[in-house]
T-cell receptor
């Protein structure tokens, strides 16, 4: 079974509108982290936002917010006031593991298949 | 801070040759480095995880004898694609972790595009 599912292969959104990119996940761990990355055509992976499984508040970073619904196992990314520069591939990812240990950074990331977002002027 | 570099950024080679890709953490010590492969219009797939001074852990289906990983120091990991073939053409991305518990614990390099003719 897929651990990370992104059901929207592509999306077209008018500039200045808000857009929601869907992500659902599957894990039996109690402690996990959810990430969103942006990948422009240059290929670099740009970290956007993070949500920990124990975080009670939805994460926000500037125009990015994460709509975390734990019971539904969804972690949708919301981009407000979209800009032309937002056109890129967006990947949802999950890290399973135990928080706080000395090897916290060793847990691998599992990525979804991505959504290609195109902002229309 | 937390910059990861990769070299080369792109490489074209003939089938049968070996190609070495370097991944460096420039301003932090990377206790763990990850190597990913991304085929066109696909997602990132983890190939292997390497810890400094120990053997890499390969994901299922990744040939360890073909993709040699050496994590010789806390700032450098190398991926060598041995006897490269056209099907190895891909985008290879490394990431490095400093082992902290912060949210962005993996810092990605800019990637290396490999084309095998």
């Amino acid at each position: 079974a897929q651990k990370i599912t992104q059901t929207q292969p592509g999306m077209f959104v008018q500039e200045k509108e808000a857009v929601t990119l869907d992500c659902t996940y599957d894990t039996s761990d109690q402690s996990y982290g959810l990430f969103w990355y942006k990948q422009p055509s240059s290929g670099e992976m740009i970290f956007l936002i993070y949500q920990g499984s124990y975080d009670e508040q939805n994460a926000t970073e500037g125009r990015y917010s994460l709509n975390f619904q734990k019971a539904r196992k969804s972690a949708n990314l919301v981009i407000s006031a979209s800009q032309l520069g937002d056109s890129a591939m967006y990947f949802c990812a999950m890290r399973e593991g135990i928080y706080g240990g000395s090897n916290f950074g060793n847990e691998k990331l599992t990525f979804g298949t991505g959504t290609r977002l195109t902002i229309i002027p | 801070g937390a910059v990861v570099s990769q070299h080369p950024s792109w490489v074209i080679c003939k089938s049968g040759t070996s190609v070495k890709i370097e991944c460096r953490s420039l301003d932090f010590q990377a206790t763990t480095m990850f190597w990913y492969r991304q085929f066109p219009k696909q997602s990132l797939m983890l190939m292997a995880t390497s810890n400094e001074g120990s053997k890499a852990t390969y994901e299922q289906g990744v040939e360890k004898d073909k993709f040699l990983i050496n994590h010789a120091s806390l700032t450098l990991s190398t991926l060598t694609v041995t006897s490269a073939h056209p099907e190895d053409s891909s985008f290879y991305i490394c990431s490095a972790s400093d082992g902290t518990s912060g949210p962005e614990t993996q810092y990605f390099g800019p990637g290396t595009r490999l084309l095998v003719l």
